[in-house]
């Protein structure tokens, strides 16, 4: 089943290098609205969590087809920015997901090799 939704998740920068990831987020950010306006993706949220102790306080979380999505995460230019992010954040990384009306397919399927 396709994921229509790719989470991007950091805990936060790595001490000293806090210039470098507030630089990388406003190109990141640039870099997004750029696939969204192309069409690439349909959108992206950015989520900065509230204190809570957990080691996920940020997130951008971006909306697409999921074949387009594959074709994303298969870029260089995608691969680029998620490797120089894992030099400056503790704790980055990617996960594909599923929202929407989807989320309803995944159920259905869980139910029925549940009950199977």
Known sequence: ???NVILFGWNRSIPSREKLSARHFEEFVKYLTGLQQKGAI??????FLDSHG??????FLIKGDSSKLD???S???????I???????EGSGVVRGTTGTDV???MALWTSVLLA
Request: proline share 3%.
């Open 75 to 81: 870029s260089t230019e995608w691969i680029t920015h």
């Open 54 to 59: 957990g080691d996920l306080n940020g997130f």
């Open 83 to 89: 490797t120089r992010a894992s030099l400056h954040l």
């Open 104 to 106: 309803f397919e995944r």
């Open 42 to 47: 349909q959108g992206f949220d950015t989520v």
């Open 71 to 73: 074709a994303l995460v």
């Open 1 to 3: 089943m396709p994921s």
